[in-house]
């Protein structure tokens, strides 16, 4: 298996070094970590959105159900918390990006990717990256970035930050070529570009119909220049370090297993399949990966040789 070069722990080092004194770095040691009754459960929002806790009830319920355990749910407002409270030993399980997942592997977090969402049962979990410009602005492809103001979400983004870089690389703009805005988040990066503080803006392949969904967004306000080639799924990851040997077999199982909305509904944790929400408007429900399946992360890395990378 290809693995990313030994600079990546520096990086997450540095981004761990960033969050030593956020909420996570406050908290004590998780729960169950210490032997009792309860899972802390960490994610990430894709877009600035207090639904978050909500769109993940259903699947906090279900590993309540299978461990017995009361689960916590953490909105964690960006990637680097959520790797360091993993090595800190705070959070026993966690959604978070797949570069994110790299970083934090590589780095010797002890974590092991369990499902990523799919719309369809049997569907590969995949996704891309896009970059939108304004319909008026005359660029059409990502070359023409060179000498814009190009809008990322966050240097731990697959999307909205590594898939990009290795797009403008293939259209033969490099850092330095462009000014650099990290918007914070998937909407944000899209929103600033319309509201003038970019002009290219990259983001994942969902946005635009959440941001048309909310409202916010209608799609003509925006041009698509450029996709990606298919990016792994964010995955559902257990700390290997903070679950005992039971406790993780019966999460591995209930969400490889049951995290979906047909056996949802099964289990009177939804009502029915239309009302069952799961996070990212996921259509189906969660399909195993393993390690293996981020190796297309790994491989970006590889070409981009990305600061975020080393």
């Known amino acids: 298996m290809k693995r990313m070069s030994r600079p990546a722990r520096r990086l ?13 770095a406050a908290c004590g040691q998780s729960a169950q970590a210490a032997g009792g009754d309860e899972l802390v459960f960490a994610a990430v929002p894709a877009e600035a959105s207090s639904t978050l806790e909500q769109s993940f009830e259903p699947i906090v319920e279900l590993l309540s159900q299978a461990t017995g355990k009361d689960v916590v749910f953490q909105n964690v407002t960006d990637y680097a918390s959520v790797i360091e409270g993993q090595r800190a030993g705070k959070i026993d399980i966690a959604s978070y990006g797949p570069f994110s997942y790299v970083i934090a592997r590589e780095a010797g977090v002890p974590v092991d990717p369990v499902v990523a969402s799919v719309d369809e049962e049997g569907a590969t979990p995949a996704y891309y990256s896009v970059a939108y410009a304004l319909p008026d602005s005359g660029i059409t492809d990502l070359a023409d970035a060179r000498g814009k103001r190009v809008c990322f979400v966050d240097r731990a983004s697959t999307s909205g930050f590594l898939a990009p870089l290795e797009g403008l690389a293939a259209a033969g703009v490099t850092q330095g070529d462009y000014s650099e805005v990290l918007a914070g988040s998937h909407d944000a990066s899209v929103l600033s570009l319309t509201s003038g503080q970019c002009d290219v803006a990259f983001t994942h392949s969902d946005m635009l119909a959440t941001l048309e969904r909310t409202g916010q967004l209608s799609s003509d306000a925006v041009t698509q220049v450029w996709r990606s080639s298919p990016l ?72 981009t040789k990305a600061e975020a990378c080393s």
């Not at 960033?18 to 996570?24: E, N, P, Q, S």
Request: aromatic share 4%.
């Open 232 to 303: 792994p799924e964010d995955p559902i990851v257990v700390n290997r370090e903070t679950l005992d040997d039971a406790t993780r077999e019966a999460v591995v199982t209930a969400l490889r297993e049951q995290a979906n909305k047909p056996a949802l509904v099964a289990a009177g944790i939804c009502a029915s399949e239309e009302e069952c929400t799961l996070p990212e408007e996921t259509g189906w429900g969660y399909t195993p990966v393993d390690d293996a399946d981020y190796d297309a992360v790994r491989r970006i890395c590889d070409v």
């Open 12 to 24: 997450t080092a540095a981004a761990v070094a960033v969050v030593a004194g956020g909420t996570l």
